[in-house]
């Protein structure tokens, strides 16, 4: 855990904020705009970039990754820049929460696989590059998605305690268990061989 030096009152107003910033839906406000449908209604119904990829629009889910990442990365920055590190690991939990639990869409939301690489770029970019790798390095072998993002995850803390960044370990390990709850119906079909691979159109 970082040092606590930030306020109580600063503390919960970048917890507001990262909340606020990982809720936004970017998949399913993508899909509507390029009329792609509504992502509730397709594959899996999740909001996230691997379901905008079923839709077929290679565009819409890379937009979606970059964004979905990108406001995880926002929110740790911003707070580390105006606040500090304890602030930091704060936005960014609360960020990925947000997208995995947004109040606007009935606290149904997204896996949070994006959002966890683009906060743990920002969080320290050796672990988020190696996480990154990680995660490619699975999906070229398996070709699954979900076990890309378990095992990505998974090796999160590792990588933080190698490459030295001990106060962040707590906050993989936290942010590790919510992935892995989040995937628990994934990790089912992993099981019993059933998980689709990457691109496929599920059912």
């Known amino acids: 855990m970082p040092i606590i030096e930030t306020a109580p009152f600063g503390l919960i107003l970048w917890a507001v904020m990262g909340y606020l910033l990982g809720s936004i839906p970017f998949g399913m406000v993508l899909a509507k705009i ?5 992502l509730r209604d397709i594959g899996s119904g999740n909001i996230g970039a691997t379901n905008v990829l079923r839709t077929g629009s290679k565009k819409a889910a890379a937009s979606t990754l970059v964004l979905d990442g990108g406001k ?11 606040a500090g590190e304890d602030a930091a690991q704060m936005a960014g939990l609360l960020a990925f929460l947000g997208h995995c639990y947004p109040v606007w869409l009935g606290f149904k939301g997204g896996k949070g696989v994006a959002t966890f690489l683009g906060l743990m770029l920002a969080l320290a970019w050796p672990v988020g590059i190696a996480c990154c790798l990680t995660w490619l390095a699975t999906a070229a072998v398996s070709r699954i998605s979900s076990l890309s993002a378990l095992v990505a995850a998974c090796s999160s803390a590792l990588w933080m305690a190698i490459f030295g960044y001990t106060s962040a370990i707590v906050l993989a390990i936290f942010l590790t268990v919510i992935v892995l709850w989040r995937h628990r119906e994934n990790i ?16």
Do not use: D, S, T, W
Request: aromatic letters at 0%.
């Open 72 to 82: 995880g990365a926002v929110a740790v920055l911003l707070a580390r820049a105006m």
């Open 188 to 203: 089912a079909r992993l099981r019993n061989g059933e998980e689709p691979k990457i691109g496929a159109k599920k059912a």
């Open 34 to 38: 390029m009329g792609l449908g509504n």
